[in-house]
Structures are given as structure tokens and as C-alpha cells.
């Protein structure tokens, strides 16, 4: 199986986020509101700064936003320990690094939290900035490394299941119709798809066969997409992932009718024979890194094999 980056017609710069990256979110817990301010204003130019003036503040700040990249919390605070609320972190957001600011010698309670994983640094109190700058320069660099292999692996493992689901489909399918709609299902599900269509193709034409994936029938308009042409004729995927600011399909009236704003079709060949034409489709702009692309391409050459097989098992039963 080809495992390179295949050639995508069209897709050109959408490949790449839609939006400049944003911001990483970091949180900054003090009970003093002078060194609040400061740490705000020696971040906020890179990052996204919260701030909380105690751990109780700053768990009701983390529950409404959500995962930070880094957090800078104060040891010594009313209520609560910085060690006590950064271990109460740890189970929900275990990539987050966390960095304990103390001007006091407690040794044994930043002992155990470093020992247990639930503090990247201590900073003893009062800083030096630029040593705070870089501890939490490597603090961040790790935190996208860290998402970075857990993306990896989760899209790994998630192709593999695929790969897997689509033999399997394969196998006990009784003939290639039987095998559009759960083929349609395990790919809309597998890239998160607010519709997914696999249909076949006789000579450089649509067959009249088509499945839905995930919630039911949805209109199928693929016979008046110039992407379909495209598809079948150059034997590339064709993709529009932001379609509100593609100029050949924004006035598209089947785009407008169905609220697709992204969508992606992959030409399924089996000995350089175009046999089906897979379409996911989302209702929102959809960026697409070239990981996935790679992904998508090697496991619609898998459905092409599929449907060869079925069809195959379905001539010897005749």
C-alpha cells in the first residue's frame, strides 16, 4: 500500500489551519494581587493568561475553560496549598505543566508533589524573570510535545481500527452493495463527519449506489459537484475544506442547501480503476493536517480493495 502523502487537487493552503494558531492558555494562581499583575504582564504577550487569586477560584476557572498549557501557582495560600490544588488537577488535565512558586523552605510538600508527577518546577520567591521565562518556555515546549505523541497515537490507533473494520466488512459482506453502508459509517465516524456518502462508479460515472454514515439518509448531490468530475477524472482527492471562502463553490446551491462548509472526496481505485468515490462531509470548516490527508488516502485504497473482493466473491456465487 502507497503510504505517501498522495497529490490533492485543489485543497492548496487548506491543508493548513484555517486560523493562526492561537495563543497557549497558561494560569496564574496568587493570593497577592501585586504578583498577579506581574505574572500577567510577563506572559501575556505569548500566552493566553487566566488569573485566580486562590486554588478554589482556580479549579472553578480550570472547569469553565477547560485545559491549560501551564499553570504557575503560589505555595503558600489561604484555604489551600499550591501542592494541594495542583494534585487536584492532575486526574483531569495529566499534560498540563504545573510550577510552584515558594518563598518559604517546604521542603517535604514540594518533594512529594515533584515525586508524583504532579510538579514540572519550583521557582523560589522572588524570581528572576528571565529564569521564570525559560522554565516556563520548556514547561510549554513539552506540553505540545506531550499532545503532540497523544494525537499521534490516538490517530494511529484510530487508523488501525479502520483498517481493520474495513477487512472486516470485506469479508463478511455477501456482495459490493453490502458493503457501502458500513464502509460509509466507519470512515464518518472515524473523522467526525456530519454526513459521509460512498458511492460507486461505473466507468467515469456515478452507479446509482449510495450510503449514509451515523444518522440516517441524507441528500445525495454528488452527481451536480464538480468535485465528483474532478475526482473521478484526475484520480486525486478533490477538497474544499472552508467552502464559505472558496470562490468556485461558495454560490454552489447544493453547498448552500445542505450547510456543508468542508468537504472531502476520495477517489477509491483499485489497479489505477476509479470503483467508488468516498465523501465526507462537515457543516463547519474543517482544517485538514497532512497526517490525516495520509490517513484518509491509504484507507480509501483499502475500501478499493474491499470492493474488488466482494465483488469478486459476488461473481464465483453467481
Not at 515546549?141 to 481493520?164: D, I, S, V, W
Request: aromatic content about 6%.
Amino acid at each position: 500500500m502507497d503510504t505517501a502523502i498522495p497529490e490533492v487537487n485543489r485543497i492548496g493552503r487548506q491543508l493548513m489551519s484555517l486560523e493562526k494558531p492561537k495563543k497557549p492558555k497558561m494560569l496564574v494562581v496568587d493570593d497577592e494581587p501585586d504578583n498577579l499583575d506581574l505574572l500577567y504582564r510577563t506572559f501575556r504577550r505569548d500566552f493566553n493568561v487566566l488569573r485566580a487569586d486562590s486554588g478554589i477560584s482556580a479549579l472553578e476557572i480550570l472547569a469553565t475553560e477547560g485545559e491549560v498549557a501551564v499553570i504557575i501557582s503560589d505555595q503558600r495560600m489561604p484555604e489551600m496549598k499550591g501542592t494541594e490544588f495542583l494534585s487536584k488537577t492532575v486526574p483531569q488535565f495529566p499534560d498540563t505543566m504545573r510550577i510552584i512558586l515558594t518563598g518559604f523552605t517546604d521542603v517535604e510538600d514540594l518533594v512529594d508533589a515533584i515525586n508524583s508527577g504532579q510538579v514540572y518546577k519550583y521557582i523560589t520567591k522572588p524570581w528572576d524573570p528571565n529564569e521564570l521565562k525559560a522554565v516556563v518556555q520548556r514547561a510549554a515546549e513539552t506540553y505540545e510535545l506531550l499532545k503532540q505523541r497523544t494525537e499521534e497515537l490516538r490517530r494511529a490507533q484510530a487508523h488501525t481500527a479502520l483498517l481493520n473494520s474495513i477487512v472486516q466488512i470485506a469479508r463478511q459482506a455477501s456482495g459490493v452493495e453490502s458493503c457501502l453502508q458500513p464502509i460509509a459509517a466507519a470512515f464518518g465516524e472515524n473523522f467526525s463527519t456530519d454526513g459521509c456518502i460512498l458511492q460507486l462508479v461505473e466507468g467515469k460515472s456515478l452507479a446509482a449506489q449510495g450510503s449514509y454514515s451515523l444518522e440516517g439518509e441524507i441528500q445525495n448531490w454528488l452527481d451536480q459537484d464538480p468535485l465528483t468530475e474532478e475526482a473521478i477524472a484526475s484520480k486525486k482527492m478533490q477538497a474544499s475544506m472552508n467552502i464559505p471562502g472558496d470562490a468556485d463553490l461558495a454560490n454552489n446551491p447544493q453547498y448552500a442547501s445542505s450547510g456543508v462548509q468542508a468537504h472531502l472526496l476520495i477517489p477509491a481505485t483499485f489497479r489505477d480503476d476509479v470503483l467508488a468515490v468516498l465523501s465526507l462531509q462537515w457543516k463547519q470548516p474543517r482544517p485538514m493536517s497532512e497526517e490525516e490527508l495520509a490517513m484518509i488516502h491509504q484507507s480509501a485504497q483499502q475500501v478499493g480493495m474491499a470492493l474488488t473482493c466482494a465483488r469478486y466473491r459476488q461473481a464465483v456465487a453467481v
